[in-house]
């Protein structure tokens, strides 16, 4: 009985997330061609009736594997309803107030546009972009207040549901380390964003010790907020380009990264993957969630080529064809086969033994 009401709060909680995220995106679509109607090389291909059937039905599925996994206790059923609602009442005003800004900036095509008074001096020129058309990139707090809102309208509420899609492949892999006391093992989180997988990784290891790295210090700020705030270790979070991670070799049992790929030009992509095969430990496992791809989700061919046109994405074209198995080989790594669930994929590698 218990169950079955969580579930039905689950499934009710989501089918509002999910209606809300619609219908920002249908007003806001139809204010923006209002307002500033998009030039020829933006204009989108409307998703024919069949595409939408399937992302409804994929995205039911998706929410179904997320309950499944926390009735079997992969992790517990609280971190479905991990949801930061202050920060939706008080930052939802402010991402409509800005909106004005993004379809300005969009339209005069100005995608590295940062405020005088941010000092972009210490970060990779591929990085310096308004990603997603946002305001300062991701170098401000205003960036890194709006940004879990604007990722949860984007995915119609679901993207928690695709981060914690890494928490049963990280937690297998970890079994190979099952000698170790759990207060010992050590799972670093890169590209860490504002902490969002940290805070569910942190639900199935409440005793290991968690690591996370970004290059953005706002959105680090952020990741510090909200991870102080649950029991236990806190999280060690550090500035740090994910090309050059600041750790010893062989020093986690377990990396996770979430989003991370898509926003990364092709020789960047290697090297962080470079990276976490180094900073892994023989028989330590990386878990890599990111946006589909051309060659598992042909079906979604129309999405994979609107979003880019949307959301100011310049590597995502090439992402979308890049051979991420090919490069973890390359490193070292042995790879499972990959998966999809909704709008995300994932790679689960091992570094041999
Ligand atoms: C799309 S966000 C994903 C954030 C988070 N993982 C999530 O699940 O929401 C991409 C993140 O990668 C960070 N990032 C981009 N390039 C990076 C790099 N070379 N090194 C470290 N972090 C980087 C950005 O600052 C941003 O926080």
């Known amino acids: 009985m218990t169950d079955t009401l969580t579930k039905l709060a689950y499934q009710t909680v989501q089918q509002g997330k999910s209606a809300f995220g619609l219908a920002h995106k249908t007003l806001s679509a139809q204010m923006l061609s209002f307002f500033s109607p998009a030039p020829e090389d933006r204009q989108t291909d409307s998703l024919p009736v069949d595409v939408l059937a399937l992302i409804r039905q994929r995205l039911n599925i998706l929410l179904e594997t997320d309950w499944h996994d926390a009735e079997q206790g992969v992790y517990p059923a609280e971190l479905l309803f991990d949801n930061p609602w202050d920060d939706f009442f008080r930052f939802y005003p402010l991402l409509v107030m ?167 030009p092709p020789a960047a992509r290697q090297a962080v993957i470079d990276q976490c095969f180094r900073v892994l430990k023989p028989g330590g496992t990386l878990v890599i969630c990111d946006s589909i791809q051309e060659s598992d989700s042909p079906e979604f061919a129309v999405t994979m080529r609107n979003f880019p046109k949307m959301f100011h994405e310049p590597y995502y074209r090439h992402y979308v064809t890049d051979d991420l198995v090919k490069r973890l080989e390359t490193s070292g790594f042995t790879v499972e086969p990959t998966v999809t669930h909704f709008m995300s994929k994932y790679w689960v590698a091992h570094k041999p033994v």
Not at 131 to 144: C, I, K, M, P, W
Not at 194 to 209: D, Y
Not at 227 to 239: D, K, R, T, V, Y
């Open 98 to 264: 800005d909106m004005p800004a993004i379809w300005e900036r969009a339209k005069q095509k100005r995608h590295q546009d940062f405020d005088k008074a941010i000092n972009t001096e210490a970060y990779p020129s591929y990085y310096l972009q308004n990603f997603h058309h946002q305001t300062n990139g991701y170098l401000s707090d205003l960036s890194a207040n709006l940004y879990d809102l604007q990722v949860e309208i984007l995915f119609n509420g679901s993207a928690d549901a695709m981060r914690r899609r890494v928490l049963a492949p990280l937690k297998q892999g970890l079994a190979a380390f099952s000698t170790v006391l759990p207060s010992q093992l050590r799972v670093l989180d890169v590209a860490c964003g504002t902490g969002r997988t940290l805070r569910f990784v942190r639900g199935i290891l409440p005793q290991a010790s968690l690591y996370g790295t970004d290059l953005s210090p706002a959105y680090l700020r952020k990741a510090n907020h909200h991870l102080s705030q649950l029991p236990g270790e806190l999280p060690q979070l550090a500035q740090a380009n994910a090309e050059e991670l600041p750790y010893q070799d062989g020093y986690f049992h377990g990396i996770t990264c979430v989003f991370l790929f898509h926003e990364l």
